[in-house]
């Protein structure tokens, strides 16, 4: 079956601290990738997402991912975190799955930015 | 303005009364879906929609029902509610079946007592 994996749960970093959050997948097929950002209380914003072309996308507030086939991998970046960069973090991937196209999430890492 | 709407944000209620969660899109999409949200698990999908009255289980849809008698809403139906129902409820759509962006709802916090 297909999954999402993201390897860090809790991430604590300064402000202008570097950012990588892992994301894998297992599914053989053609993917679409996601990151979704979830800021507290607040629902699911889609942060970037890939489909084709040039594997490194660059998505909102200075946030960019880089799909790696040969790895199946989707690792999100950022240079440099800021504050309001504390939410949680979703890695998704559409996928075939029974029958129809559907979005399967990562578990989620949850991200602390302190000042 | 595009938007994913959840009707209610907070609920609380007691083991076996029934409820509902209502949720509606304003842009005209095909899909919908639910997902529950839990610490550690991320977003599974209970239940979606390919367009109306078309339904079909996602990873999780044991204790729920849905119904999609228009294009614009997808109710979430709890029958008999159990405390292992307590959970962030969202509400997602999307033009097709998340080849594309999907837009979600503001979240529905449940608490069954």
């Known amino acids: 079956a297909q999954s999402v994996s993201q390897h860090n749960h809790h991430v604590i970093l300064s402000e202008a601290a570097s950012l990588e959050l892992g994301c894998n997948y297992s599914y053989g097929g053609t993917v679409n990738l996601f990151w979704y950002v979830q800021y507290p209380g607040q629902h699911l914003q889609l942060l970037l997402k890939y489909f084709s072309g040039d594997p490194l996308v660059k998505g909102i507030k200075g946030f960019e991912a880089e799909f790696i086939k040969s790895k199946f991998s989707f690792n999100l970046r950022k240079p440099s975190v800021q504050w309001s960069d504390t939410a949680e973090y979703f890695c998704a991937v559409n996928a075939w799955s029974g029958g129809y196209n559907k979005l399967i999430f990562g578990a989620g890492t949850r991200l602390a930015v302190h000042p | 303005e595009a938007q994913v709407t959840q009707n209610p944000r907070y609920l609380i209620t007691v083991t076996g009364k029934k409820l509902t969660v209502t949720c509606s899109q304003n842009m005209n999409h095909e899909y919908m879906s639910w997902y529950r949200q839990d610490p550690g698990l991320g977003l599974r999908q209970i239940y979606y929609s390919m367009n109306v009255e078309v339904t079909d289980k996602g990873d999780v849809p044991e204790g729920y029902k849905v119904s999609r008698k228009e294009k614009r809403n997808f109710p979430l139906i709890l029958e008999s509610p159990s405390p292992n129902q307590t959970s962030l409820y969202f509400c997602?759509?999307?033009?097709?079946?998340?080849?594309?962006?999907?837009?979600f709802g503001q979240g529905t916090r449940l608490t069954v007592v």
């Open positions: 997602a759509s999307s033009p097709d079946g998340g080849g594309t962006e999907a837009f």
